[in-house]
């Protein structure tokens, strides 16, 4: 059965009942008369050891509330209680005062108390040996250290012990904390890089089906075959784009696709967008009315899957944002170097109003990947055009 809130450990309560206990303990004495005097005197009434016991109970009830004044009064009794003779009771109880303002008492108290105790316990040996004239006299200090130096002793051990539990605690609430931020930090990182992807793979096929939907119905007197060409292209990158996020649903719905625990997270660009498969976006944006001239230096070779990922992306966004504000043509040059690929877009820029309104996400975007990469990236005008330049590092050359 659970015991009331207001005895609960820590509690005032729970003071009050130990000091209750205490004074309980000591009444018993008293009333078995079990009064050991150190100096007997049969003319003092045994009722005057009683102010003495209540007075150091009390003490034990205070000693969470006020560890200084439980030790002052509780002291103070056992002055008196010694002037009158000493009595077991009150010596007894004393001992659990000493024990409280070590545990509760703050740490300058537990220490001037061990040195004082140590210091009573060798004043007692001498005294001793000196009263009564031979070594049988040192029981007087074993008497100050059962009474005074082990309850200190005790105390001490068991507020160091508390102490280091609670900087243990505090230890594993940091790490506690310290792991919940992390936390938070890599879901924020997930979260900026699902709106990175989802941004180049939607984004970029939706822009070419607005500006075709755009030249259909704001251009009057259009042929057959140019609405049928218009439709073609939107047709293609609409079916591209909800293929591409088809495939990103499936991975974030299935998390086994991402190679099992630990492996590193796989998204469906990886296996479909390849800076190899430039020649059909090319194409892809061709058709969608952006002349398109690539030159290519170099070798090209195997890519780290992410420089690969990256690579096709960079190019993809830049020309999508080319076709979108440029007058209709840029130039791709894809340099292949022993430790890196360089990419660079450059389109004319369209004066005055014109094209599709964009937030900036896509020249976003295409600097974090280059710079989660340890890459380089510049994008600004440049002799009258617009230029974008990408410098991958593939981890190989010196």
Same mark, same amino acid.
């Given at each position: 059965?659970?015991?009331?809130?207001?005895?609960?450990?820590?509690?005032?309560?729970?003071?009050?009942?130990?000091?209750?206990?205490?004074?309980? /303990?000591?009444?018993?004495?008293?009333?078995?008369?079990?009064?050991?005097?150190?100096?007997?005197?049969?003319?003092?009434?045994?009722?005057?050891?009683?102010?003495?016991?209540?007075?150091? #109970?009390?003490?034990?009830?205070?000693?969470?509330?006020?560890?200084?004044?439980?030790?002052?009064?509780?002291? @103070?009794?056992?002055?008196?209680?010694?002037?009158?003779?000493?009595?077991? @009771? !009150? &010596?007894?109880?004393?001992?659990? &005062?000493?024990?409280?303002? #070590?545990?509760?008492?703050?740490?300058?108290?537990?220490?001037?108390?061990? %040195?004082?105790?140590?210091?009573? *316990?060798?004043?007692?040996?001498?005294?001793?040996?000196?009263?009564?004239?031979?070594?049988?006299?040192?029981?007087?200090?074993?008497?100050?250290?059962?009474? @005074?130096?082990?309850?200190?002793?005790?105390?001490?051990?068991?507020?160091?012990?508390?102490?280091?539990?609670?900087?243990?605690?505090?230890?594993?609430?940091?790490?506690?904390?310290? =792991?919940?931020?992390?936390? %938070?930090?890599? =879901?924020?990182? +997930?979260?900026?890089?699902?709106?990175?992807?989802?941004?180049?793979?939607?984004?970029?096929?939706?822009?070419?089906?607005? $500006?075709?939907?755009?030249?259909?119905? *704001?251009?009057?007197?259009?042929?057959?075959?140019?609405?049928?060409?218009?439709?073609?292209? $939107?047709?293609?990158?609409?079916?591209? /784009?909800?293929? +591409?996020?088809?495939?990103? $649903?499936?991975?974030?719905?299935?998390?086994?696709?991402?190679?099992?625990?630990?492996?590193?997270? &796989?998204?469906?660009?990886?296996?479909?967008?390849?800076?190899?498969?430039?020649?059909?976006? =090319? +194409? %892809?944006?061709?058709?969608?009315?952006?002349?398109?001239?690539?030159?290519?230096?170099?070798?090209?070779?195997?890519?780290?899957?992410? =420089?690969?990922?990256?690579?096709?992306?960079?190019?993809?966004? *830049?020309?999508?944002?080319?076709?979108?504000?440029? !007058?209709?043509?840029?130039?791709?040059? $894809?340099?292949?170097?022993?430790? +890196?690929?360089?990419?660079?877009?450059?389109?004319?820029?369209?004066?005055?109003?014109?094209?599709?309104?964009?937030?900036?996400?896509?020249?976003? @975007?295409?600097?974090?990947?280059?710079?989660?990469?340890?890459?380089?990236?510049?994008? /600004?005008?440049?002799?009258?055009?617009?230029?974008?330049?990408?410098?991958?590092?593939?981890?190989?050359?010196?």
């Amino acid at each position: 059965m659970r015991s009331p809130p207001w005895l609960d450990s820590g509690t005032l309560g729970r003071d009050l009942l130990l000091a209750g206990a205490s004074l309980a /303990g000591g009444l018993v004495l008293f009333a078995l008369g079990w009064q050991p005097q150190v100096r007997p005197n049969a003319q003092l009434p045994s009722a005057l050891f009683l102010p003495p016991l209540v007075a150091v #109970c009390v003490a034990v009830g205070l000693r969470r509330v006020a560890p200084r004044a439980s030790l002052a009064v509780g002291t @103070g009794a056992l002055v008196v209680d010694t002037a009158l003779g000493s009595s077991l @009771g !009150t &010596v007894l109880v004393y001992t659990q &005062v000493l024990y409280d303002a #070590c545990v509760y008492g703050p740490p300058r108290l537990w220490r001037w108390l061990l %040195r004082i105790t140590v210091a009573l *316990s060798v004043v007692g040996v001498v005294v001793g040996v000196l009263s009564y004239g031979q070594w049988r006299g040192a029981a007087l200090g074993v008497l100050v250290v059962l009474a @005074g130096l082990l309850p200190v002793l005790t105390g001490v051990s068991v507020r160091q012990y508390r102490d280091q539990a609670a900087a243990e605690r505090a230890r594993a609430e940091q790490t506690a904390r310290l =792991v919940e931020l992390d936390r %938070r930090q890599a =879901v924020s990182a +997930e979260r900026a890089r699902m709106a990175r992807e989802l941004h180049d793979v939607v984004a970029n096929h939706l822009s070419a089906v607005a $500006i075709h939907a755009t030249a259909v119905l *704001s251009v009057p007197g259009l042929d057959r075959g140019q609405v049928d060409s218009a439709l073609r292209v $939107i047709r293609e990158s609409s079916v591209q /784009g909800l293929a +591409e996020m088809r495939q990103m $649903i499936e991975v974030l719905r299935d998390p086994g696709t991402s190679g099992g625990p630990g492996a590193a997270p &796989v998204t469906p660009e990886v296996v479909t967008a390849r800076l190899a498969e430039a020649d059909a976006l =090319v +194409e %892809r944006v061709r058709a969608a009315g952006l002349a398109v001239r690539v030159r290519t230096d170099g070798t090209p070779g195997a890519l780290p899957v992410g =420089v690969d990922l990256a690579a096709y992306r960079i190019v993809q966004e *830049s020309l999508t944002n080319a076709l979108k504000h440029g !007058t209709g043509e840029a130039e791709l040059t $894809i340099a292949y170097r022993p430790a +890196e690929v360089v990419l660079t877009v450059e389109n004319p820029v369209r004066r005055g109003a014109g094209g599709l309104p964009g937030a900036g996400a896509g020249l976003i @975007g295409m600097r974090e990947r280059a710079t989660l990469l340890a890459g380089r990236f510049t994008a /600004g005008p440049r002799d009258g055009r617009w230029q974008v330049r990408a410098a991958l590092p593939t981890g190989e050359g010196g």
